[in-house]
């Protein structure tokens, strides 16, 4: 089954902002998990903040990787329901349109 073009996570306003929230978080709570686990065990404190930046960048970017990844699959699942509704309107339609295209050949060769 062929797979239709899909949009890039930083083309979607949603997808975007979704991102930036996640990446700003996790690199946040990485900041505060590192530096606070450095600083309670017993790092001196310019330790700690070289720590908690180094945890800072990595939460950054594990969170930029997951944060992606999540949302390419929610773009591709509402892509693929997407498609699917329109499907199934093509398919209901089928008939009224198959049924009037007769009636217009009728009507066609009436006249």
């Known amino acids: 089954m062929n797979t239709p073009p899909l949009v890039a996570p930083a083309e979607d306003a949603r997808a975007a902002a ?23 065990h017993g790092d001196v404190l310019f330790s700690a903040g070289v720590r908690a930046l180094a945890g800072g960048v990595t939460g950054y970017l594990v969170g930029w990787l997951v944060a992606v990844t999540v949302w390419r699959r929610i773009m591709r699942a509402e892509t693929r329901h997407a498609i699917d509704i329109l499907r199934d309107r093509q398919v209901k339609q089928a008939p009224t349109t198959a049924a009037l295209a007769e009636e217009t050949a009728k009507n066609q060769q009436a006249a």
Do not use: D, N, P, S
């Open 18 to 40: 979704g991102i930036r929230r996640t990446k700003a978080r996790v690199g946040l709570a990485g900041f505060c998990v590192a530096g606070l686990g450095a600083y309670a």
